[in-house]
């Protein structure tokens, strides 16, 4: 099958792969801008795990399974993998498929919601990895899949995995949880503004109705984890600790938690779910129960195969509404070069 774009790149945040990068991993990701407290903590966090963050790895299996879904369409292009904030980066790797004589190259970014870090910083990082060719003219027209929140498979595949949980703990209160974010980059997220806290909304909502149709109203909250920064920085609350801490209070006995905001089980997940919300419960005697994430999940995998497939066939229903273009997820540092973002 001919399509317009002749690549695919996977372009993942990227993770240390040994004790040794998690330092220089997290200066990358601030800027250097991290306190030595603040980088013992963490490389603690990973060395409970050998030092080594799973997400590199889950990126890979991700992009093979796209490529082998892909070609079992008649869609054969090759898949790449990059990482934004370890090797191999993505101007070494487009500077690769450049000169293997590839033109045209479409990005998926494994991140499902609108917001600057989510989606436009990659958008902006294509644009300064571009190659150039000796008359500075670039040698690849790239573009970005903007985020999928929308996409029927993901709200379907997390409903299924979330069911019999559900089903099998009928008085316990559901968690959905997923990233914070600094209150300014959540204000500013999407066209117009507040599209990280709506796309949440809409899939707990696509995810609710799933269960309703089985005959499960459970109660739930919507929390957040992974929150950063600097003391007294503004970040999305309630921390799903807090939560878990008022509703052992409340006399709530168990809790389902329901990781939307990632697509893997990496870091996030296993230890700010998997450790810390876990020993919170426990502290409490409540019964904890973590959902999977979605990412190997097979309805998920062939509705995001689906949805790359159409955007290799340069197919965009992108409205005005939609992120993608020079008016959403503004930087706050200013303006910056981004690659265009298409909805397929």
């Known amino acids: ?20 990068q998690v330092g220089p991993f997290l200066r990358h990701i601030t800027g250097g801008r991290i306190t030595p407290q603040r980088i013992a903590r963490v490389s603690a966090h990973y060395a409970h795990f050998g030092g080594v963050s799973p997400l590199n790895g889950q990126n890979q299996r991700l992009a093979d399974e796209l490529g082998a879904r892909l070609r079992a369409r008649g869609v054969d292009v090759p898949v790449a993998v990059a990482h934004a904030h370890v090797a191999p ?3 070494e790797v487009l500077a690769d498929l450049a000169a293997r004589g590839h ?76 990233h914070s974010l600094p209150t300014g980059l959540a204000e500013s997220s999407g066209v117009g503004g507040g599209a990280y806290l709506a796309q949440h909304r809409d899939v707990i909502d696509r995810i609710l109705a799933r269960l309703a149709d089985g005959g499960l109203r459970p109660d739930w909250r919507l929390c957040y984890t992974s929150q950063g920064g600097a003391p007294g920085d503004s970040w999305l609350t309630p921390d799903v600790n807090d939560v878990i801490d008022a509703l052992a209070g409340e006399g709530v006995g168990g809790v389902v938690v329901v990781s939307i905001g990632f697509l893997s089980d990496h870091m996030e997940v296993i230890w700010d ?39 290799l066939a340069e197919e965009d229903r992108r409205g005005d509404d939609d992120c993608g273009g020079d008016d959403c997820c503004p930087n706050p540092g200013g303006a910056a070069p981004a690659v265009k973002g298409v909805t397929p």
């Open 103 to 178: 033109r045209r190259v479409l990005a998926l970014v494994p991140a499902v919601y609108s917001s600057y870090v989510g989606c436009r910083s990659y958008r902006e990082a294509l644009a300064a990895a571009i190659p150039s060719g000796p008359d500075g003219a670039p040698l690849l027209e790239v573009a970005k899949i903007n985020p999928f929140h929308d996409m029927p498979a993901f709200a379907d595949a997390q409903a299924g995995l979330l069911e019999p949980v559900v089903r099998a703990h009928p008085d316990a209160t559901v968690l959905f949880t997923t």
């Open 1 to 20: 099958m001919t399509t317009h774009y002749d690549a695919l790149l996977v372009l993942g945040f990227g993770g240390p792969a040994s004790a040794e």
């Open 273 to 311: 779910l998997d450790n810390e919300a876990a020993q919170t419960a426990r502290g409490h005697g409540m019964d904890f129960r973590r959902v999977p994430t979605v990412g190997t999940e097979p309805v998920f995998l062939d509705g995001l195969t689906e949805l790359v497939a159409r955007g």
């Open 89 to 91: 980066f993505p101007d």
